[in-house]
């Protein structure tokens, strides 16, 4: 049974994770929350649940603002062709639904079958925002805190730089 928001931020508490978490509407891509960027500080996140080519499953966890080079990615971290998983691996592994997908949902994998990767740019900042289980909220917490939780889980993070599309990256500077 997948964890509750409320049983997670039970788990960032018995860690000693600071969090706080805003309400707002259902939020299902990087353009719709937006508008909220100015409301709730900190950096924004999103989280692409990916599979390789021999069923390797991968989070890649970065800020909203980049836009990933999946090829790219795919040769830093030698890994035979990235795709977008399907929401059905989606609520198998992590027990999310699409639009959902956050680090978070780590704690619903429970045969530790994800790879996780983690942006440096986003540790480098000092908060980092990412829903908490579901769509309709955004819980801030410390970016080392980020690392701390997901080491906790058991998990090894790989903390890479992922290449970004040099056109989108460009725009948002």
Same mark, same amino acid.
């Given at each position: 049974?997948?964890?509750?928001?409320?049983?997670?931020?039970?788990?960032?508490?018995?860690?000693?994770?600071?969090?706080?978490?805003?309400?707002?509407?259902?939020?299902?891509?990087?353009?719709e929350?937006?508008?909220?960027?100015?409301?709730?500080?900190?950096?924004?996140?999103?989280?692409?649940?990916?599979?390789?080519?021999?069923?390797?499953?991968?989070?890649?966890?970065m800020?909203?603002?980049?836009?990933a *080079? =999946?090829? $790219?990615?795919e @040769?830093? #971290?030698?890994?035979?062709?990235?795709?977008?998983?399907? !929401?059905?691996?989606?609520?198998?592994?992590?027990?999310?639904?699409?639009g959902?997908?956050?680090?978070?949902?780590?704690?619903?994998?429970?045969?530790?079958?994800?790879?996780?990767?983690?942006?440096?740019?986003?540790?480098?900042?000092?908060?980092?925002?990412?829903?908490?289980?579901?769509?309709?909220?955004?819980?801030?917490?410390?970016?080392? *805190? =980020?690392? $701390?939780?997901? @080491?906790? #889980?058991?998990?090894?993070?790989?903390?890479?730089?992922? !290449?970004?599309?040099?056109?989108?990256?460009?725009?948002?500077?």
């Amino acid at each position: 049974m997948a964890a509750t928001p409320d049983e997670l931020f039970a788990l960032l508490d018995r860690l000693g994770i600071e969090h706080s978490t805003v309400q707002h509407p259902p939020i299902f891509t990087v353009e719709e929350g937006r508008p909220w960027h100015d409301r709730i500080p900190g950096l924004h996140c999103k989280s692409l649940f990916i599979k390789d080519r021999r069923g390797g499953i991968w989070l890649v966890v970065m800020p909203a603002h980049k836009r990933a *080079d =999946l090829a $790219r990615l795919e @040769r830093i #971290l030698a890994a035979p062709r990235f795709s977008f998983a399907r !929401p059905e691996l989606l609520q198998e592994v992590l027990e999310l639904t699409p639009g959902s997908v956050t680090p978070f949902g780590l704690i619903n994998d429970r045969q530790r079958r994800v790879t996780v990767v983690l942006d440096q740019q986003m540790l480098d900042a000092a908060w980092v925002n990412f829903h908490p289980l579901h769509n309709a909220a955004s819980t801030t917490v410390r970016s080392g *805190d =980020l690392l $701390r939780f997901v @080491r906790a #889980l058991g998990y090894d993070p790989i903390i890479v730089q992922p !290449p970004v599309r040099e056109e989108l990256a460009n725009e948002d500077r």
